[in-house]
C-alpha cells in the first residue's frame, strides 16, 4: 500500500471548513484513498473514501486531485466534536482479501471556541 | 451504528498473569483484527483473521495469541503479562462481502502492566 504524508497538527476554528491535506505521490491505480478519524481515547472511526471521484457524505467531502497524487479532507463547519486525529490511508480493496488498515501518524485537529 | 465489544474496558493487573480481553461483533462480520496503539502513537495490526479457524499475525510482532472459534468472537491472550504489554488494544471487523471493506471498531482496552 503507498504510503501518505500529513502535517502532524492543525488547529480550526469553530464554524470554519476544516481543510487537512493528505500526500500520496506514490499511489496506484487501483488503490482507494481511506480517511479515519480516532477521537482521544476511542477505537477509530471511518469517515470517507474515494477512488478519483470527489466524494461527499453527511460528515465530510473528500477532493482527489486529477493526478491522484494528493486529497483533502473537509469538514464543512468543525465542530468541537470534531478534534481528534484524522488518518489518511491509502490501499488496494479487494473482495476475499483481509485488507487491513495501515495507519501512519495522522494528524491532530483541533477546534477552538 | 457498529455494534462490536470488547471487554474489560480498562484492566490493571500484575505481571505474570495470564489474561484475555473480549472481542465481540453481532454484525456476522467474517474479518475481524486486534491492533495495538500506545498513546499518542500510531496504530500497528497485530493479529487477523479471514474466518472461522483462520488466524494470522499482523505488521507488528506481539507475544499474544488469539482464537476464532466463533465467528463473533474473536478473544486475544497473553499468556504471561510484563510491562511492556502496556497498551491500547483495539478490536474490529469488517464484511468480507463489502468491497469497500469498510472497518468498525470497538472502543479498546487499555492495559497496565504493574
Known amino acids: 500500500d503507498a504510503k501518505t504524508t500529513q502535517p502532524p497538527s492543525m488547529d480550526c476554528a469553530e464554524g470554519r471548513a476544516a481543510n487537512l491535506p493528505c500526500n500520496h505521490s506514490t499511489i496506484s491505480g487501483n488503490e482507494y484513498v481511506y480517511w479515519y478519524r480516532q477521537i482521544h481515547s476511542q477505537g477509530p472511526q471511518y469517515i470517507i473514501h474515494?477512488?478519483?471521484n470527489n466524494e461527499t457524505n453527511e460528515m465530510a467531502s473528500l477532493i482527489i486531485t486529477e493526478d491522484r497524487k494528493s486529497s483533502t479532507l473537509i469538514l464543512p463547519h468543525a465542530t468541537l466534536r470534531d478534534t481528534a486525529v484524522y488518518y489518511c490511508i491509502v490501499r488496494v480493496v479487494a473482495s476475499g482479501s483481509a485488507r487491513q488498515l495501515t495507519f501512519g501518524s495522522g494528524t491532530q485537529l483541533t477546534v477552538l471556541p | 451504528e457498529a455494534d462490536i465489544y470488547q471487554t474489560p474496558r480498562y484492566l490493571v493487573i500484575g505481571t505474570g498473569k495470564k489474561i484475555t480481553l473480549e472481542c465481540s461483533q453481532t454484525m456476522g462480520h467474517d474479518k475481524m483484527y486486534w491492533y495495538q496503539q500506545d498513546p499518542g502513537m500510531e496504530l500497528h495490526l497485530i493479529h487477523y483473521?479471514?474466518?472461522?479457524?483462520?488466524?494470522e499475525k499482523g505488521d507488528l510482532s506481539s507475544e499474544s495469541t488469539v482464537s476464532r472459534i466463533r465467528t463473533e468472537h474473536f478473544p486475544l491472550t497473553l499468556e504471561s503479562a510484563r510491562p511492556s504489554h502496556t497498551s491500547q488494544y483495539l478490536c474490529?471487523?469488517?464484511?468480507?462481502?463489502?468491497?469497500?471493506?469498510?472497518?468498525?471498531f470497538g472502543p479498546g482496552t487499555r492495559l497496565t502492566v504493574l
Open positions: 474515494g477512488l478519483k
Open positions: 474490529a471487523s469488517s464484511d468480507a462481502r463489502d468491497i469497500n471493506n469498510e472497518q468498525f
Open positions: 483473521s479471514y474466518g472461522v479457524n483462520s488466524t
